[in-house]
């Protein structure tokens, strides 16, 4: 019997950074052109591309670090404004979970952008409109609104109520 040689057919990975990600490797897919200027990449349907990567950060069990969080918010195209109302947290702190200053993007935050990335993949509005109303009415209650406290007639209990 005659050996058959395998020719080397393997075609090289391209490192895709341009995701923001420093983890994703792209098989095929892509081609690298020719140009005037060097060769530039081009990804057949990046679109597709970027919600199989956003699907699988979604499903991962494990936390997302800050480059993990800020894929999926520009995938959802939020600015950092609008979370940061969403979460009930300052702009500057969604800022540095994604600059890696804060070491962990905490939990309920992950929860949420995944939820809101489910959601925009399935088409669905049942929690984004609740969550989006949630923080309207954050922002129509006061950072320090008045307490009043009122007894009542029968018992002379004191309770507290907002102020009108």
Known sequence: MKKIKKKAT????YHYTECGLDNI????????VPTKKG?????HNVGGLHQ?????LVSEKKHLDGKEFRF??????????????LL???VQTVANWEKEKIKDVPGPAQCVIRLRY???MD?????????ERLAELDELIPEEPEIDFQQDQDNEEWQPTLAA
């Open 10 to 13: 393997k075609k090289a990975r």
């Open 25 to 32: 490797y792209l098989r095929n897919g892509f081609e690298l």
């Open 39 to 43: 060769r530039m990449l081009h990804i």
């Open 52 to 56: 199989a990567i956003g699907e699988m």
């Open 72 to 85: 999926l918010r520009h995938e959802l195209n939020m600015t950092q404004q609008i979370l940061a109302a």
């Open 88 to 90: 009930g947290v300052d």
């Open 118 to 120: 489910s959601e925009k």
């Open 123 to 131: 088409g669905n509005q049942e929690i984004c409109k609740p969550l």
